[in-house]
T-cell receptor, first 118, second 113 residues
Framework: DAKTTQPPSMDCAEGRAANLPCNHS???????VYWYRQIHSQGPQYIIH???NNETNEMASLIITEDRKSSTLILPHATLRDTAVYYC???????????????????FGKGTLLTVNP | EAQVTQNPRYLITVTGKKLTVTCSQN?????MSWYRQDPGLGLRQIYY???????DKGDVPEGYKVSRKEKRNFPLILESPSPNQTSLYFC????????????FGQGTRLTVV
């Protein structure tokens, strides 16, 4: 799985958009970009994922650059409850021959601590 | 509501006293997994299970056992806990197929003294 690089921390004002970057310059053509977050000591929570097109759901938007070497997670109107560690993960989809067999393991790096301030 | 439920949420025990942390999911997922999270080390996989009666080791299986007798349950067993197993534990589940999300439990904070 491709390695990712994220800033260790970011601040955002409540009500503003939070833009969290992730670099994955060694991403392969069949690898997806996933975002999870972990609110203090709770279980990680899935946010969104994408392959090459931009994606949006009720929680966030994912913007992937055309060369796929980086992406940005956007929380359009951050609230205090969005304060969490955000993880960017790059890996092949379940069932891909290069997925390490059948083990769906998510390798979490250090992530970005997003602090939303009042 | 779709969820992964772990019990207990908090546990303090003594070295050598066998314990079991339960994990149950109500989504009929085939795949389940256990992780531990330690400061500076992130989440590390302990064991995983592809389906009933099919389990395998993750990255840090030493000192742990698991079983998968039913699809919904995946207990983590510490036969003889030691202080280095003090950690925050998470159970996760996912459907067998499809590029879908993994669901995580709320965590079990274990302290072994």
């Amino acid at each position: 799985d491709a390695k990712t690089t994220q800033p260790p921390s970011m601040d955002c004002a409540e009500g503003r958009a939070a833009n969290l970057p992730c670099n994955h310059s060694t991403i392969s053509g069949n690898e997806y970009v996933y975002w999870y977050r972990q609110i203090h000591s709770q279980g990680p929570q899935y946010i969104i994922h994408g392959l090459k097109n931009n994606e949006t759901n009720e929680m966030a938007s994912l913007i992937i650059t055309e060369d796929r070497k980086s992406s940005t997670l956007i929380l359009p109107h951050a609230t205090l409850r969005d304060t969490a560690v955000y993880y960017c993960i790059v890996r092949v989809a379940w069932g891909e021959p290069s997925s390490g067999g059948s083990n769906y393991k998510l390798t979490f790096g250090k992530g970005t601590l997003l602090t939303v301030n009042p | 509501e779709a969820q992964v439920t772990q019990n207990p949420r908090y546990l303090i025990t003594v070295t050598g006293k066998k314990l079991t942390v339960t994990c149950s999911q109500n989504m009929n997922h085939e795949y389940m997994s256990w992780y531990r999270q330690d400061p500076g080390l992130g989440l590390r996989q302990i064991y995983y299970s592809m389906n009933v009666e099919v389990t395998d080791k993750g990255d840090v299986p030493e000192g742990y056992k698991v079983s998968r007798k039913e699809k919904r349950n995946f207990p983590l067993i510490l036969e003889s806990p030691s202080p280095n197993q003090t950690s925050l534990y998470f159970c996760a589940s996912k459907p067998w197929k499809g590029n879908t999300e993994a669901f995580f439990g709320q965590g079990t904070r274990l302290t072994v003294v």
